[in-house]
């Protein structure tokens, strides 16, 4: 669906007032908000952003059961995560039979492209917001609560949105957003539609919140922006995505600085510079390939070929042998022949990403890629994305193994799921990593040398050696 950008601001009071009397188990406990997030690291950062807007009212819940409020943050970039809406919406059905007072919101790239089809696809819902409208959501709710049915903000701003910085404490590493939307147009993408055009966050204001993350004890941060490295180019003065990360680099506190996802087409030399030299950057660039045939690329509106991604693999390794390389693909595109595809698999070969996040295309509507008339059946699509994923898994177990015995720095960013006394965390290559024994003295925040000892799908083991450069996790 076409989004027009037009301010839709639809609020209309309810026929009858019904008076709303306080349910006396809730009024005692105060309320609570559910959020639930879909897709990228942005909705995961704007979900935070909604939690801190709403602190003073709603206590923030991990599941929905006891929930006021429930706040469903969407994503649109393939079809299943648009059906995974309807379907988590349809399953609070009973939450609001038992608690009528019960509000259900929902926000995200779903929300900015379907506005008011939401409220009459899924009569559930109470009120919908767009991506550039989080500060409204207070006001949105309390209209709600006081009766008001089918508001919709969906409208775009030209400027950032005023949002609270940083949020809570005791973690290791944390995203900040440095830009909003995208001005590439890829042609099968929703994002430039469901995120509006690119516009670089202040400089000043980005500083502020990574310093007032590292008080609070984060020592990782995940700079995002969707083609996160043309930072600065719309500022005055320009600045270059490289100047950035040396000024998050002078924070005290930071020792990581991580950032997704850089595009090939804005690929310098500054930034094979600052990777080798700057020793706070991350030895991990996850560069979205997307496909390895040029025809391919062109067709996707991927302003770059062949040759110049394996120019920057080749830079970016000469730079930092220790590099990982991680990226995105997608097969089965409009038009995408065997021989096509066989490129992309050949590129594979050659590069050896250490992972990959891969999709079978999907058809979004209001991108050029879906009215393409070439589209290539499910079964081929499907078929070449199991091909595509177990060369990959072959890839990563090999990359995996190359680390045994060897010793890797680990930042400790919280306890294992299946062992709750046992830390995890992740080293410079963004590599998961489990340590085989208890450490009472490590937790989130501790920098710690490991030995690989062991290599499992996608994670390794280790023993710990001694304890690394940064070992104190100031409390709130
Ligand atoms: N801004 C990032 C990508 C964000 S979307 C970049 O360009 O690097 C994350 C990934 O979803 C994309 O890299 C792409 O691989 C995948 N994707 C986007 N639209 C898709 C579609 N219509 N079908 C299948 N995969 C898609
Ligand atoms: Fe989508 Fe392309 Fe922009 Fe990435 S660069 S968000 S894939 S339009
Ligand atoms: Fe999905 Fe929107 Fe992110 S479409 S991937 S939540 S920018």
Redesign the pocket.
Known sequence: MENSGELVHIGRPKRSKVRREPNPKRASRGKGVYIHT??????VYDSEKLALLLESDFETLDSPEDADLILV?????REK?EHKLYSLVGGFKNLKERNPDLLIGVG???AQQEGKNILSRSPLVDFVFG?HNLSEVPNLVARAQSGVTGQVAVEYRDEWEELPLAGKGGRASTFVSISRGCNKNCTYC??PT??GPEVSRPVAEILQEIRLAAIRGVREVTLLG?TVNSYGLDLLPRMKFSELLELVAEIEGIERIRFTSPHPQEIRSDFFEILENNPKVCKHIHMPMQSGSDPVLKAMNRNYRMKKFYSIVEGVRAACPEVAISTDIIVGFPGESDSDFEATLEAMERIRFDSSYSFAFSERPGTKAAEFTNQLPLEVRKERLARLQALQDQHTQEKLDSWLGRETEVLVDGFMKSAPQRVQGRNSQNILIHFDSEYDDLGPGVFVSGRITRASRYTLHAERIRQGVSNEVPSR
């Not at 879909?38 to 909705?43: E, H, L, T, Y």
């Not at 943050?73 to 970039?77: A, Q």
């Open positions: 879909f897709g990228c690291q942005m909705n943050n969407t994503c649109s970039i995560a995200g790239c779903v991506t929703v994002v469901t995120r969707q």
